[in-house]
């Protein structure tokens, strides 16, 4: 919408115009800079269930029918995401939250192993990827477009080629600054034969791709190892069952390889893990029909399948070689940086953790990144309870002031026409951490509330106090 | 990088194998659950100059030619972004940092007026741009490409299309839950005829893009007014000099509009500013050659040139029409949605805070959007205050532990072979708000610190205690 440049010379309606210019004469006036104080920080009203954007398609008539699996029917059925074009989804606003809570703690395990946060254009031209050899190679996965001067570009899948031309514009880079960690989050795009299973295999996604950059073999292995450390971190940190597995490097090239999986019935990989020494492959890297462990040279293969999140790659100096990615070494000689590659399927995981954890008709999340970690239900209106309604709104409101780590996770179901026993249904398929009833008790002398825990199961009733002592040790991020 | 399909059964090294099998054997026999405690959140190290990813481009002997203007040869310079292809850039770490402290800001104030985020895809079907009428309209400045399957696809330069789509798609949206105010923050693509200025006019940029449903007109221009009165917040919290003119409304249509400009010699918009009555319009909007107000009809209009930096729109029912967006009234009859459209360039808002408020050498910034708070510079590496080296990290560490608001917002300038006045030189043209040199009065009994405020040009001799209780006041986001 900036500058369009048309120009017509319509007469605008004065109607609000008048009402705007009177509020705003006064700085048209002066064009003085005004001193904002700290205070001005705009209170956020707590979220209500009845204003959320979260339409419940399935419930409303439709039925479904290309839904491949399970989490893909949840996100649709529950408002968090809301097909578009093939493999395209609008991410909507409960999903974004939960998607926006999975890049922090991405974000805050690469800072934590030296990672740099950049953002690389969308927009890669031919050029560099003919310089890598890959032009050709991504054949029709690759969307491909022309500028208006015809200039040839791809839509990055991956950004190999960009991160490594950047590395080499920088000529005189001292080995002192490396290992340099560059990553991003950003929308990938890749035109999927068959887009399936919802935000499983799209062909527009998120991504976080980092790439090291190293002094020689031994540094870019240590490098490898910090960064599946950290990953492993981030899929305990999300209480994911999870296995690394030696994987197949494709057409990323170089010489190792590590898929992170979350096992699962439809996940698409096929893995070998051996009973004996816990060594664990895609079914991609081994000889046909091998069943017996390479490794321990005595374990038993057997055959599962997982979902796969994550992918490292050495890369050795595939990239750097051809883009003459070049340092100045100790000795003052410009030298050949070895290079890694690592990526985290950031929707997909988001999927892929609803894929695992949930139940057939109720979404559990990772608790983390649950969208808002406490539901309260006001009593129905008309009801005994009716009175509580006003402590269900103080009670919303101040467990968000009081709790630093409930800031903005706290909604209020304030659909008071419906039933609590509704409501309650809603809040369990939701998957809330903790749905909190305001009924009679609430009134009493010494109040006390329903407190349901969903990832425990437990139905609590606690007092004011006691519930502020047990959502004070809720983990957000 | 996700999921490479590629069969081919290539053996991998061992050599970095056996070394993660080692540490991984435990885990990949039991895919249990992990228990992670709270405490397990990573531990963040101060940001070291020497390690950040800011080449400094033209220093190293490269001339700049094509740089147009003072942003742009500022952030070139100081390493807060690289050209990639025309009109698109790298955001390097740096400037990233505050990119997303801009984009946190514009979240709180969407918030606060009610918004809801969410994210829309990049690839939208020209089916879509055809219902609207403007498949064609948007002539060349749109990125078009097809599908493997030769479906026709352009690259979303804004989303009305999308998002009406979105709405009309919910089938029994109640009345109850308008105003609606959907916005997202995302990549837009426009392909321009002329890519200049940097992040000012690029092919790649970020927009906030925020569109509202609303009852009727009158509700409508509330909802305009409100979304005004957040764009005039969040520019007084950048301390932006702004000017709100009366402005066209081109291919995005509707019949009121308005922009926020940036008074700036180089902008592309010219303003017709009155001197009695504040009237302010874009000159596309103004007979030509009118010299007299149209407002107070008394006044001058003086002329004067702008950046545009955010464009609302109040659109009526031009989309909403065409898509059937309609929501069920009050008498329970399906009803057109009246809608609006509010674009604030984000990147654009960097680059021209850039612009207007730095000088001709060195970057001021906007305070809350300043990449880092604070700078720490320790003693000369062999300089009689050598000893003080450790008082300057612990101080740097201290900062940002003891102080929530500086938490990673310091960074520790460790270049410590180069002289303090050459690293106080850097740190003025990066803009730091503040600079505390750590010299020989470091280390005396009562410690004392020289702390440079960049703002007001201020040198400050503080106390340990005293420096604590001045960034103890510093607003950051």
Redo the contacts between chains.
Sequence with gaps: ??????????K??T???R???KT??????N??????S?S??????TPLV????Q?SNLR?GQDGGDLTCRSQRLMVQTGLI?P??PG??????VA??S?EKLVRLID??M??I?G??????????AELWKKSGRWELMG?EM???L??HN?E?C?GP?HEE?VT??FA?????SY??LP?L?YQV??K?R?E?KPKFGLL?G??FY?K?MYSFDINEEAA?HT??SV?QAY??IL??L??????V?A?????GG????EFQL?ADIG??KLL?CGN????ANI?????GQAKCS?CQTGKLTESRGI?VG?T??LGTKYSQAFKALFVNASNVPAVAEMG???L?VT?ILAASIEVMSTEDAIHWPGLIAPYQVCVLPPKKGSKAHEATQKAEELAQSLGNSLPNLRGEVVLDDRTQMTIGKRLKDAKILGYPFVVVVGQTALDDLASFEVVCQQSGETLFLSKDGLVDLLS?V?TI
Tied chains: 1, 2.
């Excluded at 001005?40 to 009203?45: A, H, R, T, Y």
């Design positions: 919408m900036e500058s369009v440049m048309h120009h017509c010379h319509r605008l309606p109607l609000l115009s009402t705007l210019f705003l004469k006064r700085r048209h006036l064009l003085t800079i005004h001193t904002v700290a001005s920080k705009p209170v956020i009203p009845s204003r959320l954007f339409p409303e809301h578009s074009n395209c989804f609008y991410y909507l606003p974004l939250r998607l805050e395990e800072h934590a030296g740099q946060k950049v953002d690389m254009p969308a927009l890669c031209s029709k969307f491909r477009l500028d208006r200039g570009y839509l991956t960009a031309e950047l514009s920088q000529t005189t880079m002192k600054k340099l560059l950003t929308r795009f035109d034969q295999r062909r527009e991504m791709d292995l490898y190892n599946c492993r971190r305990d940190r209480h994911l069952k999870w296995v690394q030696q197949d490097t494709g057409n990323i010489t190792l390889s590590h096992p698409e990989d893990v020494c816990g060594f664990s991609e890297t081994m000889e046909p490794q796969e992918h790659f050495y590659c690592f990526g399927g997909r040790t983990e």
